[in-house]
């Protein structure tokens, strides 16, 4: 979905990032004329788990909370060279829509003085957690009766209330990891997750590319994509040596979902990590280019796992290369930093009439006599065509930024490989983390 594009997000797509570390680490000595400089660290976290009875978006229909597995949060991580503050933001939701980000951005800068471009903002895509989208408050007044219904009675709606409260957590955790900056010594690595992920979208004898063709559907040739087995990890020490926070990311959709609220299989990502290194460590993750690919191969002959056994396998083994990384790395001050705006202008796929029309047509029979994808798929671009009349500018804003050698690009959550390609292989730095 295009709403999807305006998450911010982090991606690492490096395949030399822990040389990339030493060669930055190596360039900082400190002796010289001139005092080195040093990275100073410090993160946060707070509470968004909604409330009983708010609605679920993850799916394109009304659900609702109606239990809570595990607590959402907001994490936060603020690092400084002395010049140049960062702060980066990883929040338990499906999505996190633009408003929502600037308005943060901007009490962020006035209230602790951190630049807004220097503010990277991305939700965790997590299909079980609260209700920061689909349909935004007031996005389709300006339509007819028949598109009003669809979008504020039938589909996933944020809620008002729960946008205002995850805006000032994100607000309140950037400013508290702020103010807890102390010295630190940081890193970076990766691990290699091989078989958790894979493209849900596959090539068809009948030249097209399906997504979600069912599973072991004899049609099937080969998926459209590759996976991303990549676990990026970024982590920062105190003087102690205790770990204070890290970053990690994984390219696979948090669809696992328990009954009732959960942040998802990151909520035992979490867990593990926490169960070596303590309960105060906080664990920001971000899903990378994570749109095409799902937990569990859809041409597998194998029954896919119970949920539970889902949520804690792709836990273990995002946390068991993430440990592994954070054990092996090299450290040092990691700087400088640094971080930079882009505006991509990217052509959207704008529906043909005869397609938008025969959309109407169905939205407009008994829900009951549809089939449901079929509905689901009308109704979507029924939505989109409302959003079009409204010139909505197909741009996409990416926040990157710098700490030491390795270099961030971070890509749109539900976007083809395609654009991470281009990053990965068409940039100057080598390693890439966002």
């Known amino acids: 979905m295009w709403k999807s594009f305006f998450l911010w997000i982090v991606c690492l797509l490096s395949a030399s990032v822990a040389s990339d570390a030493r060669m930055a680490i190596a360039e900082h000595p400190s002796a010289g004329a001139e005092k080195p400089a040093e990275l100073k660290a410090g993160f946060a976290e707070r509470d968004i788990t ?25 994490r936060a991580a603020v690092l400084d060279d002395g010049k140049t503050r960062v702060a980066l933001v990883s929040v338990d939701g499906c999505v996190i829509f633009r408003h929502v980000v600037q308005d943060a951005r901007e009490a962020i800068q006035r209230q602790c003085g951190i ?14 957690s609260g209700p920061l989208g ?57 691990g290699l997750a091989r078989g958790l992920a894979f493209s849900r979208r596959m090539r068809m004898k009948n030249g097209q590319v399906w997504t979600h063709p069912g599973k072991g559907n004899p049609d099937i040739l080969d998926y459209a994509g590759p996976g991303d087995p990549e676990v990026a990890v970024l982590g920062a020490w105190d003087a102690s040596g205790k770990l204070r926070g890290c970053v990690v990311n994984f390219a696979c959709h948090a669809t696992t979902c328990l009954p009732g609220i959960s942040a998802n299989y990151i ?17 920001l993750f971000f899903p990378g280019d994570a749109g095409a690919r799902r937990k569990w191969t ?25 440990l592994k990384a954070l054990l092996n790395m090299p450290t040092g001050p990691l700087v400088p930093l640094d971080a930079r705006n882009e505006v991509l202008s990217i052509n959207r796929r704008v529906p043909s009439p005869q397609r938008v029309q025969r959309a109407y047509e169905i939205v407009q029979q008994d829900p009951k006599q549809v089939n449901p994808t079929e509905l689901t798929f009308a109704t979507q671009i029924v939505l ?8 909505w500018p197909p741009r996409l804003k990416c926040r990157r930024s710098r700490l030491g050698r390795p270099c961030s690009w971070p890509a749109p959550a539900n976007c083809s490989a395609s654009i991470s390609s281009i ?6 730095s080598q390693s890439h983390f966002a």
Request: glycine letters at 8%; hydrophobic letters at 35%; charged letters at 20%.
């Open 384 to 391: 989109l065509d409302a959003l079009l009349q409204k010139a």
């Open 267 to 283: 909520y035992y990502l979490e867990k593990v990590i926490r169960g070596y290194y303590g309960p105060d460590v906080i664990v």
């Open 115 to 128: 630049p807004q471009h220097a503010v990277l903002i991305g939700a965790t895509h997590s299909h079980s």
């Open 50 to 74: 909604p409330e009983i009875g708010m609605e679920t978006p993850g799916g394109y229909g009304k659900t609702y909370c109606r239990v809570i597995h595990d607590p959402c949060k907001v």
């Open 134 to 190: 689909d349909v935004q408050p007031g996005q389709y007044d300006h339509a007819s009766p028949l598109v009003k219904r669809l979008a504020y009675e039938r589909s996933a709606c944020a809620d008002p209330r729960y946008l205002k409260r995850v805006h000032q957590q994100i607000v309140d955790a950037v400013c508290e990891a702020d103010k807890l900056r102390t010295p630190s010594q940081a890193g970076v690595g990766k």
């Open 298 to 322: 859809i041409s597998a002959p194998t029954p896919i796992p119970t949920v539970i056994v889902g949520h804690r396998s792709s836990a273990a083994a995002c946390a068991a290369e993430a």
């Open 423 to 428: 990053r990965k292989h068409g940039a100057r």
